[in-house]
Structure formats: C-alpha cells, structure tokens
C-alpha cells in the first residue's frame, strides 16, 4: 500500500512541474516581428555559424541605391 503511496505522489509532482513548465513557456506575441525580437534576444548564434554566414554572403553583390537616391542623388 505504501508503495501506490509513493507512486501517486511522485505522479503528482510530475504534472505539477510539467503544468508549471507549460506556463512558463507559454508566451504570445502581437506580431510575427516580437517574436522574432524576443527569440533573438534570447538565442546566441555560433561563432562557427557565424564565420560561415559571413563567408558564404561576401561574395553577394551588393544591393543597388532605391530609384529615388539615383534620381535626387546623394
């Protein structure tokens, strides 16, 4: 008897912390740009990810001025 005893309990705590972690993640955001700000925030990208990024857009070209700053000029 004792044993179901402890089984119940720990069964209990286990939801109890799983409700608890529900909570805590559970967020929502106006915007799909809030989310992206708070997920930036909270995300450190690799430096290895990083170096490889950087390399792989160095060769891009880069984007040309909008029609109204080639028309007015600088």
């Known amino acids: 008897m004792k044993r179901q ?3 119940t309990s720990q ?3 286990e939801q109890l912390s799983q409700a608890q972690s529900q909570q805590t ?3 929502e955001f106006a915007t ?3 989310a992206l ?3 930036r925030a909270n995300v450190t990208v690799p430096p290895a990810v990083e170096q490889r990024l950087n390399k792989s857009i160095e060769n891009l070209p880069k984007p040309s001025k909008p029609w109204w700053k080639r028309l007015m000029g600088d």
Do not use: F, I, M
């Open 37 to 39: 700000r708070e997920d």
């Open 32 to 34: 799909v740009e809030g």
């Open 5 to 7: 005893v402890k089984h």
């Open 25 to 27: 993640s559970a967020r």
């Open 11 to 13: 069964q209990e705590q």
